[in-house]
Nanobody, 123 residues
Framework: QVQLVESGGGLVQAGGSLRLSCAAS????????MGWFRQAPGEEREFVAA????????IYADSVKGRFTISTDNAKNTVFLQMNSLKPEDTAIYYC????????????????WGQGTQVTVSS
C-alpha cells in the first residue's frame, strides 16, 4: 500500500506559477512510477505528466508541454509538478498517482491516488 499526500495548490493569476508536491509513504515502482492528473468541474480526469524515480522516462500531455515540469526528490519520496505560465483552463483539482501499468495515460492504469489539491487560475 502507498499513501500519497499532495500540497501546494492555491489561487494564482494567469501567467503565474505554482509548484505542487506529492509525498509518498514509500517509493513505489511501475511502468511509470509517479504521475499527475487533473479534473476540472464537469470534466473527466485527464493525464498531465508522469515520470520514473530514475528520471529517465518522462511524458507530458500536449496541453502542458513546455509549461509544466515533473521532477522527483528520491531522498524524500516526493514528486513535484512545477507549473509555469498558468492559464485559466489549467483550473482543476490536481491528483498525484503512483504505480502505472502500460502507457500510464489512462486513469485506470494507475494503482494509487492522492486526495487532490485545488488549483485555480484567475484571468
Amino acid at each position: 500500500q502507498v499513501q500519497l499526500v499532495e500540497s501546494g495548490g492555491g489561487l494564482v493569476q494567469a501567467g503565474g506559477s505554482l509548484r505542487l508536491s506529492c509525498a509518498a509513504s514509500r517509493r513505489p515502482f511501475g511502468s511509470y512510477d509517479m504521475g499527475w492528473f487533473r479534473q476540472a468541474p464537469g470534466e473527466e480526469r485527464e493525464f498531465v505528466a508522469a515520470t520514473s524515480w530514475s528520471g529517465g522516462d518522462t511524458i507530458y500531455a500536449d496541453s502542458v508541454k513546455g509549461r509544466f515540469t515533473i521532477s522527483t526528490d528520491n531522498a524524500k519520496n516526493t514528486v513535484f509538478l512545477q507549473m509555469n505560465s498558468l492559464k485559466p483552463e489549467d483550473t482543476a483539482i490536481y491528483y498525484c498517482a503512483a504505480v502505472s501499468v502500460g502507457t500510464g495515460l489512462q486513469v485506470a492504469s494507475w494503482r494509487y491516488w492522492g486526495q487532490g489539491t485545488q488549483v485555480t487560475v484567475s484571468s
